[in-house]
């Protein structure tokens, strides 16, 4: 028989501690661990240097697609990166938003500056294309 009434009382919605390894750029190796903004800037940093569907240990909700946009004018190119940007990064749901995207040419590179909202607060962030 299925029971009628639970005795647990109403249930809440509790978020998991968010420790994970910390990765340093510099040396390429791990230092350690980090949490909170720390590990929601270095997230940020990972999807944004991750090529979507081409890595099998990701789902393909992880990542950002940019192998296609080399040779584009920059009229396409300064939204897309934008779009594609936020697109990939709101999948982490410790990420809010974006804004403030500013895009630098050189040569035939684009640098790209943006800040990202978390629920630990603002970072800023940088790439090249």
């Known amino acids: 028989m299925i029971p009628y009434h639970?005795?647990?009382?109403?249930?809440?919605?509790?978020?998991?501690p968010e420790t994970t390894f910390y990765l340093d750029k510099d040396t390429q190796t791990v230092q350690g661990m980090t949490d909170g903004h720390a590990a929601a800037?270095?997230?940020?940093?990972?999807?944004?240097h991750t090529e979507r569907y081409r890595h099998v240990i990701y789902s393909f909700n992880f990542g950002t697609e940019f192998a296609d946009l080399p040779g584009r004018d920059d009229g396409f190119l300064f939204p897309e990166i934008k779009r594609r940007v936020t697109e990939a990064l709101m999948m982490d749901d410790r990420i809010t938003g974006t804004s403030d995207f500013t895009?630098?040419?050189?040569?035939?590179?684009?640098?790209?500056?943006f800040v990202v909202h978390t629920v630990f607060g603002d970072a800023e962030m940088e790439f090249a294309l």
Do not use: D, N, Y
């Open 6 to 16: 639970s005795e647990l009382g109403e249930l809440t919605r509790q978020r998991l």
């Open 41 to 48: 800037r270095q997230a940020a940093w990972i999807i944004l």
């Open 103 to 113: 895009f630098a040419r050189r040569r035939t590179q684009v640098e790209v500056r």
